[in-house]
């Protein structure tokens, strides 16, 4: 079953809690220096969310999830655990997914932060991986079948000959943080449904440098590149409106997308 929010009330908790997701990663930005730690980094996030915001980060105890956020660094995919060990340094990439609950709703973003200064290569697979999320959001509106999106994804990623992650999909969000439906960000030939106005989902395209094929790490959670190639993902919480979309998390560097 797939939930629709059309109350304006609804739509408004969506909104705020969309905005505090949104917030956590701008808030973040400054602290991703060479030296710092994943777990300083989920410590920083977890205060920020809880005591400035008032919200709750819907990582923590997710299906027993230890964190409050994701950081997955280089060839980690998704899901990677914040730990002390893990220390950024110079020309790493680093990605941060934080979902944040709220008065009964959710929201679910992430992005890129390069450590340092970045490497050519790595600064374009971001720009690819960041861009196929755009592309898809410039899509979205009543009617449109979800196949073209993963179909727009992947043909985008591949054109520019990077590999889009197959096995991790983006999902239905609202009341809980993963609903149907599974978006796919791969073509299928399934023409999938139509949208319709108040769905709400995400879109978190992962982007490999070569090989799409993951694996899961022993701790049950970090997922890596099968040939530790680099990944990079951008993710995004919208809202279909009557006559396009509504990014419930979008960041004030990112306010040109909401005017295209
Ligand atoms: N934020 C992730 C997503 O995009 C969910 C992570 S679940 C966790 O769907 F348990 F790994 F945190
Ligand atoms: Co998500
Ligand atoms: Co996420």
Same mark, same amino acid.
């Given at each position: ?9 609804? $739509? ?8 505090? %997701? *949104? ?6 930005? #400054?602290? $991703? ?22 919200? !709750?980060? *819907? ?12 950081? %997955? ?25 934080? *979902?944040?609950?709220?008065?009964? !709703? ?29 592309? *898809? ?43 149907? #439906? #599974? ?27 070569? %090989? ?49």
């Amino acid at each position: 079953m797939i939930n629709l929010i059309t109350n304006k009330e609804d $739509i408004q908790k969506m909104r705020i809690v969309g905005k505090i %997701s *949104a917030r956590v990663l701008e808030f973040i930005h #400054p602290y $991703i220096q060479p030296g710092i730690s994943t777990e300083e980094i989920d410590n920083i996030c977890h205060d920020y969310i809880t005591k400035n915001m008032r919200a !709750f980060p *819907a990582c923590l105890n997710y299906h027993g999830f230890p964190k409050s956020i994701c950081t %997955s660094i280089n060839d980690v995919i998704c899901h990677g655990i914040p730990n002390k060990y893990d220390i950024l340094k110079d020309k790493d990439i680093i990605n941060v997914d934080v *979902a944040v609950f709220k008065d009964g !709703f959710y929201s679910d973003t992430s992005k890129m932060f390069f450590v340092g200064k970045p490497n050519k290569n790595s600064e374009f697979l971001c720009k690819v991986a960041q861009l196929s999320l755009y592309l *898809a959001i410039k899509l979205i509106k009543p009617g449109l079948r979800l196949r073209s999106i993963g179909k727009t994804i992947q043909e985008f990623v591949e054109k520019n000959h990077f590999s889009v992650v197959k096995e991790y999909c983006g999902h239905g969000i609202g009341r809980s943080l993963h609903e149907d #439906p #599974p978006i796919l960000h791969y073509d299928t030939d399934d023409k999938g449904i139509k949208l319709k106005k108040g769905m709400i989902f995400t879109i978190e395209p992962m982007v490999n440098s070569g %090989s799409s094929k993951s694996k899961l790490m022993k701790d049950g959670w970090t997922v890596k590149t099968i040939d530790e190639s680099l990944s990079a993902q951008y993710e995004h919480t919208v809202l279909v409106t009557e006559d396009g979309c509504e990014v419930l998390t979008l960041r004030e560097e990112e306010s040109f997308l909401q005017e295209l």
